[in-house]
């Protein structure tokens, strides 16, 4: 049987990229798009190339990258432009290349182009990267293999406007030589654990007993075990740009103003999330059944932690209930900078839910009124005007007060394009 035609497609610097479309002088100069930094969202996101010479880093704080590059222009995100042209490029996916386009965040996607006339591996990722700087002026990275997990790694082996092919026959040359943090899904944490026990190369992980694997990371371990031998036989997700978007989750994630230390500053933010969130799953007439949090201390370590719920919900407390427990039990070393809240495993409010075996009915019943007496309220006269008691302790720490917190990835809906 023939081998698929998987390619990743990976926008190179994605926001600096629009900017400078919309501003050429930009192009000149070292640049860097950053968040908002009178909110404490100013961190690096995106640079140009000429920045990178000055080895201005993503994720690094604007005064570390001021210090290593003085004359250095920042231009504050712009999320609404970023996604009008995520939304053209699946457009441009879908109509020249493949119906099978899946998004892998904002800027990259995975396409199937197996059997779409579009030539082997190499034809069709430089197609690719010749239709995105001719529709859209910007520049892709594409990786192209037998499977999404080694389309993936190639996508970022050749930065930037470059094609990579892995194929079955040569993989092992091409990625076992790589560090194993390069995989899909070996994050930071995973990567540090693994060096624990000399793994270090994708070819050493694939040479480690699954058992071994198995012990040290439990079923992400067997998962990462196939991946490093080949054996990803994922499908490219059918989700075509023109049908509606489907709301997958809905969460809210922020970055506080300071360091959040205490339990009350955790609560307090967690509630202002868990209210957000509570509110968007009643307007869109959703109950969630597995709560999500992400961390991210101040040492720009971050993970995700999530929780199955004994029955449907989308109340405030129940949200809160869930996610406090979640962040307790998974508590960073360092103080948390970023804190987020999603539900997830959506179904509608309308559908025949399961009620739990031991249900307190009538403190249910009280906790949905009150969120709905306080959701009238704030709509007629604002988020203000009502507030939880333990909110005033810290007022700077809700997202009301911080206005623009609300970030991109985690935070909104989780929709297919």
Known sequence: MEDRIILHSDFNAFYAGVEMLYNPSLRKVPMAVTGNAEARHGIILSKNDIAKKFNVKTGESMYEARRKCPDIRFVTADHEK???YAKMSRRIYVDNFSPLVESYGLDEVWL?????????????????????????????????????????????MLKPNGTTVINRDDFRETAWPLPVGDLLFVGRATTMKLLKYGVRTIGDLAATDVKHLQSWLGVNGVMLWRFANGEDKAS???????????????????????????????????????????????EKGYLCSTVQVYIRDNGLLSFERQKKLVAP???????FEAAYVLVKENMPENPIRSLGVRACGLSAMDDCVQLSIFPDEIKAIKRRDID????????RYGYDYIKRGIAYLYPALSL?????????????ESKGL
Not at 266 to 281: M, P
Not at 372 to 379: E, H, L, P, T
Request: with cysteine; aromatic share 4%.
């Open 400 to 412: 009301d007060a911080q206005k623009d917190n609300a970030q991109g990835g985690f935070l909104s």
């Open 236 to 282: 490219v997700a059918a989700i075509h740009m023109y049908d509606p978007l489907v709301v997958k989750s809905v969460g809210n994630s922020t970055t506080t103003p300071r360091d959040l230390v205490t339990d009350d500053e955790i609560k307090i933010t967690l509630y202002s999330l868990s209210e957000s969130v509570s509110s968007r799953l009643k």
């Open 112 to 156: 199937d182009v197996t059997g779409c006339g579009v030539g082997n591996g190499r034809e069709a990722a430089d197609r690719v990267r010749a239709t995105m700087i001719r529709e859209l002026g910007l520049t892709v990275s594409v990786g192209a293999s037998f499977n999404k997990v080694f389309a993936k790694l190639g996508s970022d």
């Open 372 to 379: 709905d007496a306080i959701g009238k309220i704030r709509r």
């Open 82 to 84: 970023y996604m009008t």
């Open 313 to 319: 919900v989308n109340g405030t407390l129940d949200l």
